[in-house]
């Protein structure tokens, strides 16, 4: 997403052109990915989702909101016993991205919401899925065709009420020559979520699996765009341990929550 800007612009032609950085910029996007993943873990227990989204900008200024299927397995205790725990992942942004040189920096804040989230212990104020996070990325293109950037994300209250997370991603794209009808990028990305747990405390706080409060994942792949199709290749990995029994890992084993590694195909049209 740090590397990414508006796909189209529109305007009126009854209206003088507008100067450049002031117009209105918007697109649409449908897709189909073989696994959703998030930061290394698998949010749909790797199975297909569809997922799509709406991006408006105004100069410097951007809002979108984006949504996905998902599949979180179903509640084992409670009052929800044996009911899906979550279906549907809306998330809500919102920011500027101003250029200074030749760099672009993107200073937003995302909400992830999780409507229809069967969370019995959420109704006491101990868990809740939705969280907040503010955003801030640069990136520049070095040399023609290469493109990199660093993001960082700052939780104050991560997911499941873990308590502050933060999270750095360093990513790299270059465009190869066009083969055939394709534009073939290849890029990769090196991400790490670093949080505070005590497991003293009621609420230990942020385990990403094995009791450790930190992990790296990364990914690598080929992305082949024609006109308004993209075709995205890429393999997924993180350093956390997928085996051993579930009370020790957290997740990574069983059905849920997989962060082991996998290649992933999405297919997206963006207008």
């Known amino acids: 997403g740090a590397l990414a800007g508006p796909a189209l612009a529109g305007g009126s032609v009854k209206d003088d052109p507008a100067p450049e950085g002031r117009k209105f910029t ?3 996007n449908l897709g189909v990915t073989s696994d959703y993943v998030f930061r290394g873990f698998s949010q749909t ?5 569809m ?6 900008g105004y100069g410097i200024f951007y809002a979108g909101v984006w949504a996905s299927m998902l599949d979180f397995g179903d509640v084992a205790a409670g009052p929800d016993t044996g009911r899906t725990i979550a279906t549907t992942e809306v998330d809500v942004y919102a920011g500027i991205k101003p250029v200074w040189g030749k760099f672009n920096f993107d200073l937003g804040a995302i909400y992830y919401a999780y409507p229809g989230a069967k969370d019995s212990f959420a109704r006491h104020g101990i868990r809740e ?6 955003k801030f990325g640069v990136s520049t293109t070095p040399v023609d065709k290469l493109t990199t950037g660093v993001t960082v994300f700052y939780s104050p209250e991560y997911t499941n009420k873990q308590g502050s997370v933060t999270t750095i991603e360093g990513a790299i794209a270059y ?8 534009t073939p990028t290849i890029g990769g990305l090196l991400g790490a979520s670093f949080g505070n747990f005590d497991a003293a405390k009621a609420n230990p706080g942020f385990v990403a699996a094995n009791g450790e409060d930190s992990y790296l994942y ?7 765009t024609v006109e308004a199709l993209t075709l995205d290749f890429r393999y997924w990995d993180t350093n956390i341990d ?14 849920a929550f997989q962060c082991d590694e996998r290649f992933v195909f999405t297919a997206k049209v963006t207008f």
Do not use: M
């Not at 990364?218 to 082949?224: D, E, K, V």
């Open 129 to 134: 899925f939705d969280y907040f996070e503010l």
């Open 45 to 49: 227990r790797e199975k297909p989702a």
């Open 242 to 255: 997928n085996s051993g029994p579930v009370a020790a890992t957290k997740f990574c084993n069983g059905a």
């Open 26 to 28: 918007h697109s649409f």
């Open 218 to 224: 990364w990914n690598a792949g080929l992305a082949l």
């Open 51 to 56: 997922q799509g989204g709406i991006d408006l």
């Open 175 to 182: 465009e190869l020559p066009k083969a055939w009808v394709f």
